[in-house]
């Protein structure tokens, strides 16, 4: 069973900062992996997707890199503003269907 | 943009009593799924389906749940009865290979048992 940790389980920084948040998996045959932001008492919504035979993915001020030899991922936030604070969640997915979650990063964006 | 819906979005349901949720996935969705999430923890899967049919429902509590997806469309989970430790965010989401089966969640349903 794929095994996802990510680190570290809270983050606090100040608004305009650059960060990256960290998730590993132990099991480096992966067919997707997916990066989620999820709002307290909401669903999760999905930041990025990348796949197996790719090295990164970007969406405006966000960029998820892959290295499934070393069995990480990292989502990288530029300029961090307050509307950014959430928990992010990382998912592996190893043959399309299911996906592994980890139990996420509690981002904080002070003002 | 296509949505996930899930139905009622909020539940407080007393221990034994029966409850349901109801989850659309994106049209042309093959692949449906129920999630658990426990607060603090990440999502873990109940059942997948591929069209009507169960593809995996190993971790689902086969003695009080019970999960279908009769026309391969819209589906159903259902807890029969609710233990105070079913009280968790319930989540669908669908895939498909036009969307290189990543997901796309709804909004979940957030149970409470007391």
């Known amino acids: 069973k794929q095994e996802v940790t990510q680190i570290p389980a809270a983050l606090s920084v100040p608004e305009g900062e650059n960060l990256v948040l960290n998730c590993s998996f132990t099991d480096s045959a992966i067919y997707n992996l997916q990066w989620f932001r999820q709002d307290p008492g909401k669903g999760l919504t999905s930041l990025l997707l990348?796949?197996?035979?790719?090295r990164e993915q970007t969406s405006g001020r966000l960029n998820a890199s892959l290295d499934k030899s070393s069995g990480r991922s990292t989502l990288y936030i530029a300029a961090s503003q307050p509307g950014d604070s959430a928990t992010y969640l990382c998912?592996?997915?190893?043959?399309?269907?299911?996906?592994?979650f980890g139990t996420g990063t509690s981002l904080t964006v002070i003002p | 943009e296509a949505e996930v819906a899930q139905s009622p979005r909020y539940k407080i349901t007393e221990k034994s009593q029966a409850v349901a949720f109801w989850c659309d996935p994106i049209s042309g969705h093959a692949t449906l799924y129920w999630y658990r999430q426990i607060l603090g923890q990440g999502p873990e899967l109940l059942v997948q389906?591929?069209?009507?049919?169960?593809?995996?429902d190993s971790q689902l509590p086969k003695d009080r749940f019970s999960a279908e997806r009769l026309k391969g469309v819209d589906s159903t989970l259902k807890i029969q009865p609710a233990e105070l430790g079913d009280s968790a965010m319930y989540l669908c989401?669908?895939?498909?290979?036009?969307?290189?089966?990543?997901?796309?969640f709804g909004s979940g349903t957030r149970l409470t048992v007391v």
């Open positions: 389906f591929q069209d009507e049919s169960v593809v995996d």
């Open positions: 989401a669908s895939s498909d290979r036009r969307a290189n089966y990543g997901y796309t």
């Open positions: 990348i796949q197996s035979s790719q």
């Open positions: 998912a592996v997915s190893p043959t399309g269907n299911q996906f592994y």
